[in-house]
């Protein structure tokens, strides 16, 4: 099975063995790709001189990021408009292998052996993403550089990080040293489940475990993962959220915030009523961050938030009523467009794409924004018919922080389950109005950390959901990557690439 699916195989009789050492002609990162590949697993060496080989040739009238891949008794072609194509041929050559290609070895070089085929391919959807939180939970650098060579076998593009919340902040800004002097570390963290929604829902818990969280990635990981990242054809968007979700910044310098009275890093979840203030101050501080975000993250779109931030604390705030009162703004919708004009137009004037949550539909979004819509696809639907580009990432079938079995001795998550079966209709909610389909750009799939501690966890949550996700944002359906038995094959490479994907419950009742 090659997972996503092409759009057009045929296949000839015969067979390819690789010889070794391998020539290969031509080609740049997917090329290099194709040599680490090849010696990590096999130990195959790889030369530019002649013989049967694999040989790279740029086509000028391909798509971005197609390409054709021919495999015959004399050879392998691979044709690409850019780098992108050029990589994902790579990848779908590497799935026509045996599946230990993609692990860490050892395997017999005499194994490496093709059909003959004839593929042409190119992507349903510019932008087919994942996102991680860690906030929430700091996520070690190598598990991020794992997912990336993961996602990249899906033909996935963008890695949206986000980076900030109100439980921590993970990214340097040398300007203000305590965002991860002070910022980073929360003192514990709420034990077991977040209570329902009741008058305290949104105060600290003081009763959290007593177990110190937290952490940051330096300047020098950040490069290591864009520059691993750009290998592979991917772009990381890093993603600031403001100006709610911002508890942890206001911990590290408390005269940003709208009250007086944050001492750390929130040690629940649920929505934190302490929110930026609304002064000059503070936005002079969100510019400040995101022009040293855009230095770390060159040339990516800049998330900006907007999701989730309760006003009631703007109106209790001396500051921000004076502001409010100078520019006329009676509510909290009006307070929070107002922010977010000031911050859009900062991202735009350095020559970036904002994106906010969908939200900001609300607040009379700005020009120039693209709306993540995350709720429902009627708010997919009212982003692109209103003129704005939009990605699609609605909570019901991209959300995998929600389980995906219910059964017994699980463990604890946000809610669910959101089965493999209800991810394959994520298709559905790509195909909207034919008038304004255009401004659907694609899709991603998000993981929430706030039950989640460690790689290995996040990993039995994306994995395989994620894989019919990949498979419905590449090819714009789902083809048999519903369930566990249609993804057989793609379950082996799963395995040889050592990820933790989530098997089916044992049912232990009849024993």
């Given at each position: 099975m090659l997972l996503p699916t092409p759009r057009h195989v045929r296949l000839e009789d015969g067979v390819l063995r690789l010889p070794a050492p391998l020539p290969i002609r031509g080609g740049?990162?997917?090329?290099?790709?194709?040599?680490?590949?090849?010696?990590?697993?096999?130990?195959?060496?790889?030369?530019?001189?002649?013989?049967?080989?694999?040989?790279?040739?740029?086509?000028k009238d391909l798509c971005p990021e197609a390409y054709r891949l021919l495999v015959s008794r004399e050879g392998v072609q691979i044709f690409s408009g850019d780098d992108s194509g050029e990589g994902w041929a790579v990848q779908t050559l590497l799935?026509?292998?045996?599946?230990?290609?993609?692990?860490?070895?050892?395997?017999e070089p005499d194994d490496l052996t093709l059909p003959c085929v004839d593929i042409e391919d190119e992507p349903a959807f510019a932008w087919r993403g994942s996102m991680i939180d860690v906030a929430r939970h700091?996520?070690?650098?190598?598990?991020?550089?794992?997912?990336?060579?993961?996602?990249?076998?899906?033909?996935?593009?963008?890695?949206?990080?986000?980076?900030?919340?109100?439980?921590?902040?993970?990214?340097?800004?040398?300007?203000?040293?305590?965002?991860?002097?002070?910022?980073?570390?929360?003192?514990?963290?709420?034990p077991g489940h977040q209570p329902p929604p009741d008058e305290d829902d949104r105060?600290?818990?003081p009763q959290h475990d007593g177990r110190p969280h937290g952490g940051h990635y330096t300047v020098e990981e950040i490069g290591?993962?864009?520059?691993?990242?750009?290998?592979?054809?991917?772009?990381?968007?890093?993603?600031?959220?403001?100006?709610?979700?911002?508890?942890?910044?206001?911990?590290?310098?408390?005269e940003l915030g709208a009250c007086d009275h944050v001492k750390h890093p929130r040690t629940c979840f649920g929505i934190s009523d302490h929110v930026l203030a609304l002064t000059d101050r503070s936005v002079q501080f969100c510019k400040d961050v995101l022009d040293t975000v855009m230095e770390l993250f060159p040339g990516s779109p800049i998330h900006i938030g907007g999701d989730e931030c309760p006003s009631v604390e703007w109106f209790?705030?001396?500051?921000?009523?004076?502001?409010?009162?100078?520019?006329?703004?009676?509510?909290?919708?009006?307070?929070?467009?107002?922010?977010?004009?000031?911050?859009?137009?900062?991202?735009?004037?350095?020559?970036?794409?904002?994106?906010?949550?969908?939200?900001?539909?609300?607040?009379?979004?700005?020009?120039?924004?693209?709306?993540?819509a995350w709720r429902d696809r009627a708010a997919i639907s009212e982003a692109a018919v209103r003129g704005f580009d939009v990605i699609a990432a609605p909570v019901q079938y991209t959300y995998l922080d929600y389980g995906?079995?219910?059964?017994?001795?699980?463990p604890v998550t946000i809610g669910g389950p959101t089965t493999l079966e209800q991810v394959a209709g994520f298709a559905d909610e790509l195909r909207i109005d034919d008038a304004a389909q255009p401004h659907v750009l694609g899709g991603q799939f998000q993981l929430w950390t706030e039950y989640v501690h460690t790689w290995g966890r996040a990993e039995t949550l994306l994995w395989p959901r994620g894989s019919a996700l990949a498979q419905q944002l590449w090819a714009g359906s789902t083809e048999g990557a519903d369930s566990l038995d249609g993804l057989d094959r793609h379950l082996q490479r799963l395995t040889a690439m050592e990820v933790n994907w989530c098997r089916e419950p044992i049912d232990t009742t009849s024993a």
């Open positions: 740049g990162p997917g090329a290099r790709l194709l040599s680490e590949r090849l010696g990590r697993a096999a130990g195959v060496s790889t030369t530019t001189g002649d013989g049967v080989g694999v040989d790279f040739h740029r086509e799935q026509l292998l045996p599946t230990q290609v993609v692990g860490p070895g050892p395997m700091f996520l070690p650098l190598d598990g991020l550089l794992k997912h990336l060579d993961v996602m990249a076998a899906h033909k996935l593009n963008v890695l949206h990080l986000h980076l900030t919340d109100d439980q921590g902040w993970r990214v340097p800004v040398a300007k203000y040293p305590r965002l991860t002097e002070a910022g980073a570390w929360r003192p514990g963290t709420l105060d600290d818990f290591r993962l864009v520059a691993r990242a750009a290998e592979l054809g991917i772009t990381i968007m890093p993603e600031i959220d403001m100006p709610g979700h911002m508890e942890a910044a206001i911990a590290a310098y408390p209790s705030d001396p500051a921000s009523q004076a502001l409010m009162a100078h520019q006329g703004i009676t509510t909290g919708q009006e307070a929070q467009a107002w922010f977010e004009r000031q911050i859009c137009e900062h991202v735009l004037a350095a020559g970036r794409r904002p994106v906010a949550w969908d939200e900001v539909l609300e607040l009379g979004a700005p020009e120039g924004i693209t709306v993540m995906q079995y219910d059964a017994p001795d699980q």
